[in-house]
């Protein structure tokens, strides 16, 4: 990877942590501060990358094949429907395998399937979603 990241400076480690406690937080009470706590530090990750204007990129892009006509938390109201669970549980599922991939990426320095900064990218859009879900009234 030809980026600077956290972990080439020894910081990715603790800001691992940190995110680790973040997603713990998001999971005890999801608030605006805790998802934006999580959002800054994903960004400091890889500060030369601009993963945050990556992620609006994306976000444009990907949505439009998620949206049904649209509400753009379509997929995650079908999903919670077929499931009878939470819209929460199904946003957990969708976004946690990102942080999986960041957790692998932490100890091996290589995924499989895609980059290290997609998958930062996609974490920060689902907190985005997730942001929009708590100020929508989507989440009760």
Not at 48 to 60: E, R, S
Not at 104 to 127: A, C, F, I, Q
Request: net charge positive; with cysteine.
């Amino acid at each position: 990877m030809n980026v600077r990241s956290a972990f080439a400076e020894g910081q990715g480690i603790a800001r691992l942590d940190y995110l680790e406690r973040q997603w713990a937080e998001i999971h005890k009470k999801p608030t605006l501060a805790a998802i934006r706590r999580m959002a800054r530090e994903l960004g400091r990750l890889f500060p030369d990358a601009g993963v945050l204007d990556t992620a609006a990129l994306v976000a444009k892009t990907k949505r439009a094949d998620y949206t049904n006509g649209g509400d753009k938390f379509a997929n995650f109201r079908t999903r919670a429907a077929e499931l009878k669970c939470p819209i929460f549980l199904v946003w957990s599922v969708y976004a946690g395998k990102h942080l999986d991939a960041l957790r692998t990426w932490s100890s091996t320095r290589k995924l499989e399937s895609e980059p290290v900064l997609g998958r930062v990218v996609d974490l920060l859009n689902y907190l985005d979603l997730l942001e929009g879900m708590i100020m929508t009234g989507v989440m009760k």
